[in-house]
């Protein structure tokens, strides 16, 4: 499976992403909404793991 990662905290997208490449999943991951929408962009994803606050979209 191919997993994206996304979350403002380092750690937990460390984390969550160790986590699911132990599973033998592939895993980019991108920490905060900007650097997230341009892994999104260059990766044909099918699952995606995200955190999104709405003052980001503001």
Request: a negative charge; charged letters at 20%; hydrophobic letters at 50%.
């Amino acid at each position: 499976m191919k997993a994206l990662v996304i979350d403002g905290n380092e750690d937990h997208a460390d984390s969550f992403a160790m986590l699911t490449k132990h599973g033998g999943h592939l895993v980019p991951k991108g920490f905060g909404a900007v650097e997230g929408i341009s892994v999104a962009a260059g990766f044909s994803w099918i699952t995606a793991m995200l955190e999104a606050h709405r003052s980001v979209f503001r």
